[in-house]
Structures are given as C-alpha cells and as structure tokens.
C-alpha cells in the first residue's frame, strides 16, 4: 500500500477549497466590476451628451456647414461627439470624432460602433440629436485595470496563504508527531505505557487506548509465559519419571532378552516423546513472545555454558567451537532465557544435522553478527528457503521435529536480530547468520 502523509493531505485539501472558493468568487467579482463599471461610463456619457445638447438648444443660429470644434488637450482617451441636423447633416464634430456619423440608426439611447460606445440623446425642439461617443479601448481598459486592481492582489497572496496554511496545519500535527515519535522510538519489546504527553482532546484518547491495548498485551503474554512454563514442569516431570522406572524395567530383564530391546525400545521412544514435548514449548514460548521483554545482557558467558553443556559425553572433546576474534564482551539487548533457547537449538541443529565428527564453529565478528557454521551435504535451494518454516526438514533420517531453526527464527525477529540461512554448495558449509542491533563491544587487539 502506498504511504501518504496527513499533513501534505490537509494542505493539498484545504489549498484546492480555498483556491477553488477564490476562482469562483474572482469570476462573480470580475462580472460584476465589468458590470458597474460599465454602467458608470454609461451614466457619465449619457451626463455629457445631456449636458452638451442644453448649451446646443442656446446657439443663436443654425450652422449652415459641417463645423469641426477643435479643443486643446484631446487625445485618445478623450470623449468625442457629434451633432446632427433634423435631416441628417452634421453640423459639428469634436476633433477626434469620426466624419461619418457614429451610428445609422439615430434612436435614443446606447449604441456600438465599430470603435466607440455612443449615446443617442433625444432631440432638441430645433430637431438636433447630440450624440457622445467614448472610445472602446478606453472602456476596456477601465474595466481591465478594475479588476486587475481587485484580483490581482488575491493571486499575488496566493504564495502567502500557501505558506500561512502549511505553518498552521503543521503546528497543528505536532502533537500528533509527538505521539508519533513516542512510539516508534520504542522497541518491539517495551510494553510499558507511553508517558504522559501535552496532547489534544482526540489524541489524547488514542493515547489511552493505545496504553491500554498494551497493558492488555503485557497481561496476555506475563499469562502465556506462564502457562508455557508450568506446563513444562507438569510435563517434564511425569515423563522423566516414566522414563526412568522404563530404564529400571529394561535393566531388570537380563534373562529375557526380547523383553530387554523392548523396553529399550520404550525408553527411546519415551526420550523423542520428551524431546518432542520440549520443542513443542519453546515454540509455544517464541510464538507467545517470549523475547519482547528485553535487558542488556553479555552473550559470552551463554555461549560458553552451552559449549560445556551441549559438548558433554563428546568422546573426541568438546566439538563445539567458540571463535572470539578477540572480543572479551558482547552485549546484546535481549531476554535472557530467550537468548538461550535461540542458541541452543541453533547448536543442537548443528551437531545434530551436521556430518559427525566434524567441529561446529561460533564465529563474533564486529556490528553484532554472529555466525553459526557446521559441515553439511549441500542442500538445494527449495529446501533451503523453506528450513526456518514449521516441521520442514531437510530430507535428514535423523530424529529431529523440524522446529529448531523455526523457534531461532521467530526469537531473532522478536529481538529485532537479522536472520540469514546459506549453504556454501561445494565447500559444504551450512551457515546460520545471526546479526544484533546494538550489540558488538570492540575487540581487544591481540
């Protein structure tokens, strides 16, 4: 699924409504300016053509020819008029107005030209029609520069209101990144509650929640733990005592040979019964997670009480084989019985699965990576990418329950440590790589 962020989100939203608010209200601004400023023009040109045909009506006599009244200071921009006779003849024209008269059709009121928005006034009692006439580029520039000076600031605050709108929601999300940021800071294995934050009304709820769903989740997992340790003691405890009257039966039948094996048989099978049921709960353990709680702990002295212990009864000596690379500590973050059970069926998995007689190798090496190394036969690639599932085996004869590499898996995962399982091919080298976050302490120079 594609992330997104909230902020950006609300930024994009809230932009696009105020811009689209500001389209529509600059559209109905930009109709109504042209509006009333169009009726303003109008109203001044109909004001001077009014006032132009009172002094007409005071001429003492009828101009008998076509009259140009040329007026200093006119330019463009400058309104233009021209009087017309009863029957049609033009008496007299400002200098920038046209010679032919503005419009054929002389009814009162408005009319468009080519090049001028005129105004037909009423005719005088002498029968003259003064008609007024002001340039449409004029007009068109009023109305342009009008609105210009109405939206024109709007588009230049656009940037602004960008930036104002941006700095708001963002100071308003603080507390929500705050809330963010306590949480992921923490670990995987911290289930204490998340402390007290100055946050708002609705993220203070989802912090209440939050804190507790977790001690929901630390309730469970204490309950699970629990459960998974005191069936192992109810079952360890009947097994280990059938197992040994079993051994006495099989010691007290000299005599009958037969009876001897069979009780033999019992034994071992009630041994891989144990193992079995063993195996069951760590797995039970790793899935309840049993590696969330986590404390600094030093992984030397484990590894070397399960070298002793797993190399017990070798009769060439300890198979098992610690590789330092000069490091006299190595810290990890991690539950310390967790830690065990992950090594131990790593090791067992070695020397179990590996060719007999040949050394297991536990190799530190700096950034927190230990690797676990044993011969093997080669395995193919199929298997091999399926050995860390649930009772996959490699296609071994040997005993085994197919959850070793299973439970090592899901403990790493809980510990936030990388997993990596490779088969070296021709050399024969199976290879557990085991990498800890915040673990590594610098090697001694040797």
Sequence with gaps: MKSWSLTSRLVGSVLAVVMGCLVLLGAGLVGFIRFEVTERLDN????????????????????????????????????????????????????????????????????????????????????YRVLVGEPLFHRREAVRRAILLSVGPTVFLLPVMWFLIRWIIRRGMRPLEQLQTAMQSRGSGDLSPIPPLDLPVELASIQNAANTLLARLEDALTAERAFAASAAHELRNPLAALQAQAQILAGSLHSDPKARQRAELIVSRIQGFGKMVEKILQFSRASSGVAFRRAKLDLLPVLELLCRDLSRGEVSGSRIRLVRHGFETFPVWGDLDAVGILFRNLLENAMLYGIPETPVDIHLGPNGVVEIQNACTPLPAEVRSRLSRPFVRGGSTKPGTGLGLTIARLISQQMEAGFAISDAGQEGTFTVRLTFPQAGAAPTET
């Design 44 to 127: 001044s040109l109909q004001e001077v053509s009014e006032r132009l045909q009172s002094v007409i009506t005071l001429l003492p006599r009828t101009p008998q020819r076509s009259d140009i009244a040329w007026l200093p200071g006119v330019g463009p921009r400058t309104l233009a008029y021209q009087i017309i006779a009863a029957d049609g003849r033009m008496l007299l024209r400002s200098q920038n107005a046209p010679e032919q008269v503005f419009t054929g059709d002389l009814q009162t009121g408005f009319a468009d030209s080519r090049r001028f928005r005129v105004y037909v006034a009423p005719p005088t009692s002498q029968g």
